[in-house]
């Protein structure tokens, strides 16, 4: 099993920087997480064949106080990362035929748009759409499950825009998001998607961004979520099931709606889409 994203890439991030022994003791910890979770500074430094102090200064350079606290700080990340397989393993136990299964998730689906919709707020959504509308550019950020509801956003939100919409994540890695997010201005829009397991990457580009002064509008599952607290605006939608780490179809509808709102409100959204239309008239001749 591999340590959580958050520290994998924690470890990532510095480690061109670091020297053959700090180097020896992160890949001993990507290695053999599992291990390293239960075991004393000694045996670190054994099996990665350094010091304790070298063990010691890796730590701190991870940006922990201790070996205890990067030790404990492992643990969570690899409890949480068993999280949805020990879901998976119990849901499987249950007597149920395939037929079972499939409402279950349909069941789960539905629960999440219903729990979407109760939590709703007007001023929260009043507030979202005002950003979309004003602002002359908006940047979308969306890694790994959410990367499909940022793609839907940028083709729903260009059509009804005359804002620029840029899809600042990719799949490529980083560099280019970062590139795009360089040039975020105070009146531009970032909005931010990510479900559990969160996306480093996204609340990496939101916080550049949000430093920069643009308005991050987040799209997540909870107020726990680690884009709530820097987000100008949060919409949420729960992504709980019973057989997967997590089902994107609540906060796939928030987008859907989002993009419903905005054209709502676009004065001439009826001659945009008429446009559209007859310029793709003859792909639907038959």
């Known amino acids: ?19 053959n022994g700090h ?60 999280a949805p397989v020990d879901s998976f393993a119990g849901a499987r136990s249950e007597a149920g035929s395939i037929y079972t299964t499939f409402a279950t998730a349909l069941v789960d689906q539905a629960a999440n748009l219903q729990a979407a919709r109760d939590g709703l707020t007007e001023a929260a959504v009043t507030r979202a759409v005002e950003l979309v509308l004003k602002a002359p550019r908006v940047f979308i950020a969306a890694s790994g499950a959410s990367h ?22 990719s799949r490529t890695g980083p560099e280019r998001a970062v590139r795009h997010m360089m040039s975020a201005r105070p009146d531009d829009l970032v909005v931010a998607i990510s479900v559990p397991r969160y996306s480093r990457a996204t609340l990496d580009l939101a916080n550049f961004a949000k430093k920069r002064g643009a308005a991050v509008l987040a799209l997540t599952d909870s107020p726990t979520s680690p884009l709530a607290p820097i987000a100008d605006v949060t919409l949420f939608a729960p992504a709980r099931s019973h057989l997967l780490p997590n089902s994107p179809t609540a906060v796939f509808a928030l987008a859907d709606a ?12 009826v001659e945009a889409l008429k446009e559209l239309s007859e310029s793709l008239l003859w792909t639907f001749f038959r």
């Open 258 to 269: 989002l993009i419903a709102a905005v054209a709502r409100e676009r004065p001439d959204a």
């Open 23 to 82: 180097r020896r003791a992160a890949d001993f910890v990507l290695q053999h997480p599992l291990d390293v979770a239960t075991m004393p500074i000694e045996g670190l430094a054994e099996g990665s064949g350094t010091s304790n102090a070298t063990v010691t200064r890796f730590v701190r350079a991870l940006g922990y106080g201790s070996y205890g606290e990067f030790r404990s700080a492992l643990s969570a990340a690899l409890k949480l990362a068993h």
């Open 1 to 19: 099993m591999k340590p959580s994203t958050d520290l994998s890439n924690r470890i990532a991030q510095i480690y061109p920087s670091l020297s």
């Open 148 to 169: 499909h509801i940022g793609s839907f956003l940028e083709d729903g939100l260009a059509l009804y825009l005359d804002a620029d919409v840029v899809f600042a994540s």
